[in-house]
Nanobody, 120 residues
C-alpha cells in the first residue's frame, strides 16, 4: 500500500498564489505518473496537471501558463505552484499517483484532498 498526503491549501484573493505539496509514503516501488486533480462544486473531477517520472507534463488548458507542476523522484514528492489564481480555481485539489510494482501491476492512489478557495 501507498499513501499520498497533500498540504498547502487555503484561502487567497484573486491574483494571488499558492503552492500545494504532495508526499508519498509506504510501499512506493515506482510512481509512473504523479499529478493533481480538482473537483469544484457542481463540476466533475478534472485533471489539472501531471508529470511522468521522466518529466513529461500535461496541463489543463484553463491553468496553462499559470500553474506549474514539479516532482522529486528521490523524495517521492510533487508540488503544484499556482499563480494568478481566479475564483474559478476554487476546488478541492487531490494528489494522484500511479504506482507500478511490475509492468502487469499498476494501481491508482489518491490523497485526501486539500481545499483551495479564491475570493474575488
Amino acid at each position: 500500500q501507498m499513501q499520498l498526503v497533500e498540504s498547502g491549501g487555503g484561502l487567497v484573493q484573486a491574483g494571488g498564489s499558492l503552492r500545494l505539496s504532495c508526499s508519498a509514503s509506504g510501499k512506493i516501488f515506482s510512481i509512473r505518473v504523479m499529478g493533481w486533480y480538482r473537483q469544484a462544486p457542481g463540476k466533475q473531477r478534472e485533471l489539472v496537471a501531471s508529470m511522468t517520472r521522466d518529466g513529461r507534463t500535461t496541463y489543463a488548458d484553463s491553468v496553462m501558463g499559470r500553474f506549474t507542476i514539479s516532482r522529486d523522484n528521490d523524495k517521492n514528492t510533487a508540488d503544484l505552484q499556482m499563480n494568478t489564481l481566479r475564483p474559478g480555481d476554487t476546488a478541492v485539489y487531490l494528489c494522484y499517483g500511479e504506482r507500478v510494482t511490475t509492468p502487469e501491476n499498476v494501481s491508482d492512489y489518491w490523497g485526501q484532498g486539500t481545499q483551495v478557495t479564491v475570493s474575488s
